[in-house]
């Protein structure tokens, strides 16, 4: 399986590192590559300059969106919800019809600070947006709801006793995202609906945002006891 | 414990009928008691009408929203959200100051259908305005996650291992409620911070109602596993 991830942060490394560890051959979308490399500067979580992460997983590459988007059967995007549609879009229409788009990005409007509102919520969400602006993609929306850590390795928390959600139009299309999430340890896959059920998990972030100061750690998970 | 449940409804009823299993002294208020009990219909969930329920539970008196609030050493708020601050000015200011004020009411917008819209949300909550327009209440917004039966005898899902949450701006009126909710049954109580932290229960509700959805029953809970 040929995975592109759109995303050079650590959600993006840590799902690419995720597929890589399944046996995917994955790439890693970005705008420039040699910029994303040349940076010596981690970012505000104290993660190291993408090089450094790079330099510990040769076997993902890294191409400009477009060719990355190409390369991909199916494509992730991981970059900051404020900015998914304009990358979708350099990525390209036409390198994502027919393809499986997992979108795990949060509209997150940090402008005022923390805790962040969002940017769009209630009567719409960035994976309905991203379904109207690519119609020919599949787009499903999953694993925004946990922390990068938790969305690779869900049986470090707890052995794996917590659940995650897929939102998405297209049967197949979830039932692909659904192998990879049992891929990656997950028990408990509940399948909300169409993609508008991307609003429920996506207004999900005002509750993490707040348990993970009081908790103290992003490491936790919601599980729906029923 | 004297106790005021304000709003007649299936929520009002259950807090009241638990409230009284732990031994308080509960009346439920109303807009106009003869009229309550003189409705012959259900409600379009299938519940009975008031008179049958109270016939049941002799021992919840049933005042008027003015004298239910000034009886009361607690007063909670199990009315619908879209109408709780019109019947808390009804209750009386005056009535509420210096009360805990319990805030289970979710600011949902049927006006389009199913799945409603939240009538405020992300940069304020039904919480914070109850809080603003009663600053002499002390408001802990609670229990609006869960189902009603869920509310007041949590052990019967999955042996209460799940978890609610207290939002509110004082740690006494806090501590009050915990210990209302612990006697109702509740083993993991989290406080997830001042009254602003209702924005992210309350913004649970698209995902709850999903989910009640997909599972076919309002039987279910989060549990936060860390």
Same mark, same amino acid.
């Given at each position: 399986?040929?995975? $592109?991830? @759109? *995303?050079?942060?650590? %959600?993006?490394? #840590?799902?690419?590192?995720? =597929? $890589?560890? @399944? *046996?995917?051959?994955? %790439?890693?979308? #970005?705008?420039?590559?040699? =910029?994303?490399l040349r940076r010596t500067e981690g970012d505000t979580m104290g993660n190291p300059p993408f090089g450094v992460w790079h330099a510990d997983h040769a076997e993902v590459g890294l191409l400009p969106f477009a060719e990355a988007a190409a390369y991909g059967e199916n494509v992730v995007n991981a970059t900051s919800g404020g900015s998914s549609l304009e990358i979708l879009a350099l990525a390209g229409a036409e390198n994502l019809a027919g393809k499986v788009l997992i979108d795990v990005a949060n509209p997150l409007d940090f402008s005022a600070g923390f805790p962040p509102t969002l940017l769009v919520k209630d009567t719409?969400?960035?994976?309905?947006?991203?379904?109207?602006?690519?119609?020919?993609?599949k787009v499903v929306k999953t694993l925004n709801t946990v922390n990068a850590a938790v969305m690779v390795d869900p049986r470090a928390l707890a052995d794996g006793e917590h659940s995650i959600f897929v939102s998405g139009n297209d049967t197949a299309a979830k039932a692909t995202v659904t192998e990879l999430l049992q891929g990656f340890g997950w028990k408990d896959v509940i399948d909300l609906g169409d993609i508008s059920s991307a609003r429920g998990t996506e207004m999900l972030l005002p509750?993490?945002?707040?348990?993970?100061?009081?908790?103290?750690?992003?490491?936790?998970?919601?599980r729906i006891v029923r």
């Open positions: 399986m040929k995975t $592109a991830v @759109l *995303g050079t942060g650590i %959600v993006g490394r #840590t799902i690419a590192g995720g =597929a $890589a560890r @399944l *046996g995917h051959e994955v %790439v890693i979308g #970005t705008r420039d590559p040699q =910029a994303t719409d969400s960035l994976g309905e947006q991203i379904q109207r602006a690519f119609p020919d993609a509750i993490w945002l707040r348990l993970m100061n009081v908790l103290g750690t992003p490491a936790f998970n919601f």
